[in-house]
T-cell receptor, first 109, second 118 residues
């Protein structure tokens, strides 16, 4: 079956760095997306990885290892507004995104 | 970036009535739109894939006669919850992919519609 594993919740301090890990199992693979979702709002796109390695975009970076079925999202210089859920969503062979429950990130001053 | 508009944002209705939610891609054409439902603290659950000019593809367990989807144009898809009941209360979200971006293009989400059925 298809499965995504992310920590349920993480806590970090403002200004610090946090890494959110994601392991996945899918039927086929066409890349992996990371989305940010604030409470009560729809998800917004953060990144897309289809090849192995690190993609950097400002304060956010995303890493993918296809052979390990593993990705992480790295957030630097954390700000209070980064408090949100972070959704790891791999895309299967049918180009369907597989959604997990996400990781709720709590930022403390 | 591309914009997807969803309307209404909030809707409260009586049990037994029908509610229509619209999803529009404002600055791109979307041959495919997706409808999700999300309960509190749970993951997005894909309900159906809406294809322009053809019937929607429903996920297992989703009643197609209860959740009517119409994708009349390249920029508009509607979800109608028919004979809504309290258990249908949820956050409904649509998303669309720019057809120029191909199958792996970024998904753009609407703002979501929070349905409360009394």
């Amino acid at each position: 079956g298809q499965n995504i594993d992310q920590p349920t919740e993480m806590t970090a301090t403002e200004g610090a760095i946090v890494q959110i890990n994601c392991t996945y199992q899918t039927s086929g693979f066409n890349g992996l997306f990371w989305y940010q979702q604030h409470a009560g709002e729809a998800p917004t796109f953060l990144s897309y990885n289809v090849l192995d390695g690190l993609e950097e975009k400002g304060r956010f970076s995303s890493f993918l290892s296809r052979s390990k079925g593993y990705s992480y999202l790295l957030l630097k210089e954390l700000q209070m507004k980064d408090s949100a859920s972070y959704l790891c969503a791999p895309m299967d062979s049918n180009y369907q995104l597989i959604w997990g429950a996400g990781t709720k990130l709590i930022i403390k001053p | 970036g591309a914009v997807v508009s969803q309307h209404p944002s909030w809707v409260i209705c009586k049990s037994g009535t029908s509610v229509k939610i619209e999803c529009r891609s404002l600055d791109f054409q979307a041959t495919t739109m997706f409808w999700y439902r999300q309960f509190p603290k749970q993951s997005l659950m894909l309900m159906a894939t809406s294809n322009e000019g053809s019937k929607a593809t429903y996920e297992q367990g989703v009643e197609k006669d209860k959740f009517l989807i119409n994708h009349a144009s390249l920029t508009l898809s509607t979800l109608t919850v028919t004979s809504a009941h309290p258990e249908d209360s949820s956050f409904y979200i649509c998303s669309a992919r720019d057809r120029m971006g191909g199958d792996t293009g970024e998904l753009f989400f609407g703002e979501g519609s929070r349905l409360t059925v009394l």
